[in-house]
């Protein structure tokens, strides 16, 4: 009886290691090293955005007016050159280029908004309601594609150290870190998930279901939802009054 007990003990003990073995959890992509993610993405909304600045009205923009865009054109096109097809972790070097890139642009864009604001304030806009309107959402829609690229580049230390999962804690949380089993086994964000981020923070003035953990992605969603909403309702206002 002793042999055939401590016999059962241990098989009942191998199987409780077997499941307890088979119960470990496999770090989710977003935690461990994976490829870079396409780039397609994130070159075509950039491209959408220099497209954006050169209808800007040439008033509003930095000065010459062709300079800045013809720059952001050069820097992608180092980026597209190094790395065509994924963002892949080859060279540090080029992840300061596309910092450099991602200021321009937000220099652009920034230049004109407080142009245009200044010329609403002033009453110097000179502009009619429709047009005055479409001026506006150009700068509010690359407004928004400016923060996705600040959050992308950001968050857990841009896509390069996403990539080698270099960083386990997160600056931002979506959705599917918070509920795996509703998200393919191999998802992680990708830049498009950062341009939602950046549209509902621009148009809710709050966020929505992807939740800033650091307090820098608190700050700049802050800044974001402040320069949206500045720019709505001045632009708005404007045209309304226009109108009447």
């Known amino acids: 009886m002793s042999e055939g007990s401590n016999e059962a003990d241990s098989r009942l003990a191998r ?49 010459p007016y062709w300079a800045l865009p013809a720059l952001e054109v050069v820097l992608l096109a ?25 200021g321009v642009i937000s220099l652009a864009n920034g230049w004109a908004a407080v142009r245009l604001v200044l010329d609403l304030v002033h009453g110097t806009d000179g502009l009619d309601a429709v047009p005055l309107l479409l001026t506006g959402g150009g700068i509010w829609l690359t407004n928004v594609i400016v923060f996705a690229l600040w959050y992308w ?13 270099e960083r386990q804690y997160a600056d931002f949380l979506f959705v599917q870190m918070q509920s795996p089993e509703l998200a393919e086994p191999n998802w992680e964000p990708a830049f498009l998930d950062y341009l939602y981020l950046s549209f509902t923070n621009s148009t ?16 700049l969603m802050m800044l974001q939802s402040s320069v949206s909403l500045v720019t709505v309702v001045l632009v708005v206002a404007r045209a309304v009054n226009i109108l009447k």
Do not use: Y
Not at 207 to 215: G, I, K
């Open 204 to 219: 809710a003035f709050s966020p929505t279901d992807v939740m800033p953990l650091s307090r820098w992605a608190k700050m």
């Open 153 to 165: 580049e950001w968050d857990r230390g841009g896509p390069r150290a996403r990539a080698c999962g």
């Open 78 to 102: 180092g980026l597209v050159a190094a790395n065509p097809r994924r963002v892949e972790p080859r060279a540090r070097w080029l992840r300061g280029l596309g910092l450099a890139l991602m």
């Open 15 to 63: 199987i409780e290691r077997l499941l307890e073995a088979g119960e470990q959890e496999v770090a989710p992509a977003w935690r461990r090293a994976t490829r870079g993610e396409p780039r397609w993405a994130v070159t075509a909304v950039i491209a959408i955005a220099v497209g954006l600045q050169t209808l800007v009205p040439h008033r509003l923009a930095f000065q």
